[in-house]
T-cell receptor, first 116, second 114 residues
Framework: AQKITQTQPGMFVQEKEAVTLDCTYDTSDPSYGLFWYKQPSSGEMIFLIYQGSYDQQNATEGRYSLNFQKARKSANLVISASQLGDSAMYFCAMRVLDTGRRALTFGSGTRLQVQP | DAGVTQSPTHLIKTRGQHVTLRCSPISGHKSVSWYQQVLGQGPQFIFQYYEKEERGRGNFPDRFSARQFPNYSSELNVNALLLGDSALYLC?????????????FGPGTRLTVT
């Protein structure tokens, strides 16, 4: 079974500063994908970034980067130059990429608040 | 292009009633998944459908059922509603059910059971 752990229920960051949201995962499968989603108060889950277990380089998407440390089973999200609009819940998720197990497994989330 | 759409946005039902939630995927996406998100928790997987066939089922009772139509839209049905069914129900679509395809979520249907 897969498990995602997000140990930070809430985080504060000053506008324009960088912030790291922690995520550790547990799986015995060698082929998996790691995802980060943002959920504003409106409820919609917004896809941010993806990292495959065999990807050699850390994923980056604009201000988002994923610090992937496979040996430590961690996939931390780094948001650079925080903006007020970044205030939201952030969820780390994973999915095993072989056949038969297609569901995303989510962590409990981290609430990020960006302060002016 | 339109994203994933869900209807209704909000719903209030009484214990014991039945509810049907609807989802239209992004154009071209053939896989639809349903998730339940209870307040304060991450989403939990309920079902996945691809080409009208069930491809995955989470740990939910038989009161929960779903189907996918030829146009790839989907319905989630919940019978004999319980107070604990109150949650945000999220629909997600992807090009295919397997592989590294990201899932795109709709705005959700917020169900309140009284």
């Amino acid at each position: 079974a897969q498990k995602i752990t997000q140990t930070q229920p809430g985080m504060f960051v000053q506008e324009k500063e960088a912030v790291t949201l922690d995520c550790t995962y547990d799986t015995s499968d060698p082929s998996y994908g790691l995802f980060w989603y943002k959920q504003p108060s409106s409820g919609e889950m917004i896809f941010l970034i993806y990292q495959g277990s065999y990807d050699q380089q850390n994923a980056t998407e604009g201000r988002y980067s994923l610090n992937f440390q496979k040996a430590r089973k961690s996939a931390n999200l780094v948001i650079s130059a925080s903006q007020l609009g970044d205030s939201a819940m952030y969820f780390c998720a994973m999915r095993v990429l072989d056949t038969g197990r297609r569901a995303l497994t989510f962590g409990s989330g981290t609430r990020l608040q960006v302060q002016p | 292009d339109a994203g994933v759409t869900q209807s209704p946005t909000h719903l209030i039902k009484t214990r014991g009633q039945h509810v049907t939630l609807r989802c239209s995927p992004i154009s071209g996406h053939k896989s639809v998944s349903w998730y339940q998100q209870v307040l304060g928790q991450g989403p939990q997987f309920i079902f996945q459908y691809y080409e009208k066939e069930e491809r995955g089922r989470g740990n939910f009772p038989d009161r929960f059922s779903a189907r996918q139509f030829p146009n790839y839209s989907s319905e989630l049905n919940v019978n004999a509603l319980l107070l604990g069914d109150s949650a945000l129900y999220l629909c997600a679509s992807s090009l295919a059910p397997e592989g590294a395809y990201e899932q795109y979520f709709g705005p959700g249907t917020r169900l309140t059971v009284t």
